[in-house]
């Protein structure tokens, strides 16, 4: 007696159910995804996928268990597109409809059909495969529509069904960006670097192919090699869902997407850029449910974290944070903030753009194609009574003086400054234009940071340092006894699956931090170059980012290379 074959609205139902009953998808999900389903068709997986719901790896995930296939990666696909041909071609149905129907067959060294499909419950594509290899064991596996797409494109392109010609027509562009698998596949991108805690994603076109790299703990990571040939209705795509314009690709654009990937609510900054070969994409991704942070979790130790809660809890005066972009400043003020709320003080923010949203602060965004910068702003903020005001970047004097001018008048400034060192950030606000008087007794504290990865807690192991890093630990452990209380535990890692092979899983800050001594102050109105105020700093128990990464070092928190990768060696080289 011949095995029925589940019909698709059999399966639908059952993968909504198993999905719902794990707790993958709400009740809410299920029923907007039955309803779109219902009015247009489709698969229930790819529209959960599609409206945000799930990720497909979930739904692979449970369709494995549904149907008994097994889930195969992109590296157990066969590579070359004649073993998929040699088998399409020897069947009596024409290849061209199988890749229409996105189906590939391949048979491996044990003669096994192997059949991977868009639609791999679908009945009469199985039954085509039963009649076609009637004589044959046929195994079909789920493959990820990432997977099949890229081969389904590379057999196009060997047998030159694609000619890889875009029209510039801005319909043409619009239509490839609604075909449903060039949606499922910006869906499914988005889905994956959220999951795998990407923090932006990098589409970079060459000149037969382009990356989709995902950065992951402040790394960049390759996740997707394509054919050139898809860049355009991948960038199309983007461009269409972030409101830039698909047709303009000579100038840069911004854009922005608001949307709900995998059950979380996000907000997609995106920079498109031309290039030789194409636009260059760029996508930082922003979840609106923010991890919890608080200012004694992001890494300082115990006298850093003492001296700036002490810092920011005074009534008046500048406190900047710097750094590179990704640095991690952004978060070190919304935390310090959070810090500080106490229900009495008015509060007030100006930022471009507003990355975080903070309860009980007056949260300002600048619009520079209006002219309402940062200055404007500031100007508008001081009438507003505040106590303690966050400027998301000093950028310009103008900006630096009003900063200036409301911490003389008794108010708490906040700011971020792009220098390398903290002590640098003297110098620069003193070649902006502001007298060295004025940054001397304006300025009460410095800090820079950086992020750096912390080790896998699975795959550590013990390292052996050199022996310019140990003779450097010994000079701290002198210096900072208090801090440094028990023997090293240097470490280094192998990669495994739980880190994605890296080595790393998370990320920490290290920090250095000067206070502004009368001794400090004195070198700032003399304009004294960085070195003679690090050389005072010094004096005064201040330890610089390599310093601090070493002690976190030699405490198994990191690696010695990753704190020398985001740190520098200077310090460590000429020992």
């Known amino acids: 007696m011949k095995k029925k074959i589940k019909t698709k609205l059999e399966e639908k139902d059952l993968i909504g159910q198993i999905l719902k009953e794990k707790g993958l998808i709400s009740d809410e999900d299920l029923d907007k995804a039955l309803s779109f389903q219902q009015q247009f068709g489709g698969r229930l997986g790819a529209i959960l996928v599609r409206i945000g719901a799930i990720s497909e790896k979930d739904v692979l995930a449970c369709l494995s268990v549904q149907l008994g296939f097994e889930i195969i990666d992109k590296e157990d696909l066969p590579s070359s597109p004649e073993i998929y ?44 495969v039963s009649q076609e290899f009637e004589n044959d064991n046929i195994k079909w596996l789920l493959a990820s529509n990432r997977d099949l797409d890229f081969i389904l494109d590379t057999i196009r392109q060997d047998i030159s069904l694609n000619k890889g010609n875009i029209s510039d027509d801005v319909a043409f562009l619009r239509e490839l960006a609604e075909e449903a698998p060039v949606v499922e596949m910006v869906s499914n991108t988005l889905a994956q670097a959220l999951n795998e805690g990407a923090s932006d994603i990098h589409v970079e076109p060459r000149e037969s192919d382009f990356d989709i790299r995902y950065r992951i703990d402040g790394v960049l990571q390759n996740r997707l090699t394509l054919p050139r040939n898809r860049f355009d209705a991948i960038a199309s795509r983007i461009k269409l869902i972030s409101g830039i314009d698909i047709a303009e690709r000579r100038l840069p654009q911004d854009g922005r997407i608001g949307t709900r990937i995998s059950g979380k609510d996000l907000d997609i900054r995106v920079s498109s850029l031309p290039g030789v070969w194409g636009e260059s994409i760029v996508l930082r991704l922003l979840v609106k449910e923010q991890k919890e942070f608080s200012l004694n979790k992001i890494g300082m130790a115990d006298d850093h974290f003492s001296f700036f809660s002490s810092l920011s809890r005074e009534p008046h005066g500048i406190v900047l944070v710097t750094g590179p972009t990704g640095s991690g400043k952004s978060t070190t003020l919304k935390v310090t903030l959070e810090h500080i709320i106490d229900g009495k003080k008015k509060i007030i923010t100006v930022e471009d753009p507003v990355e975080y949203n903070i309860y009980g602060v007056t949260q300002v965004q600048t619009k520079s194609d209006i002219g309402y910068n940062f200055a404007r702003a500031l100007r508008s903020i001081l009438r507003q009574d505040p106590d303690t005001i966050m400027i998301g970047e000093i950028r310009d004097i103008e900006t630096a003086e009003i900063a200036v001018q409301a911490s003389l008048t008794g108010h708490m400034v906040f700011s971020t400054l792009h220098t390398n060192d903290s002590l640098s950030a003297f110098t620069r606000l003193i070649d902006m234009g502001l007298e060295p008087f004025l940054v001397a007794s304006s300025v009460r504290g410095v800090m820079a940071q950086r992020l750096a990865r912390r080790i896998c807690s699975k795959c550590s192991h013990k390292s052996s340092p050199s022996k310019q890093v140990i003779y450097k630990y010994d000079y701290l452990r002198d210096r900072f006894p208090n801090l440094i209380t028990s023997s090293p535990e240097w470490v280094s890692s192998a990669g495994c699956g739980n880190c994605q092979n890296t080595g790393f899983k998370g990320r920490m800050g290290i920090y250095e931090m000067a206070s502004v001594s009368d001794g400090l102050a004195d070198l700032i109105m003399q304009n004294k170059p960085v070195h003679e105020l690090h050389n005072l700093a010094e004096k005064e128990n201040f330890r610089t980012l390599l310093e601090d990464g070493l002690i976190k070092a030699s405490m198994g928190h990191t690696s010695i290379e990753e704190v020398m990768r985001v740190a520098g060696q200077t310090g460590i080289d000429n020992i």
């Open 85 to 128: 041909l040699n088998c399409l071609e020897s069947t009596n149905i024409d290849t061209n409809w199988w890749l229409e129907n996105d189906t590939l067959l391949w048979k491996d060294k044990n003669s096994i059909i192997n059949c991977i499909s868009r639609d791999p419950v679908n009945s009469s594509l199985r039954e085509s």
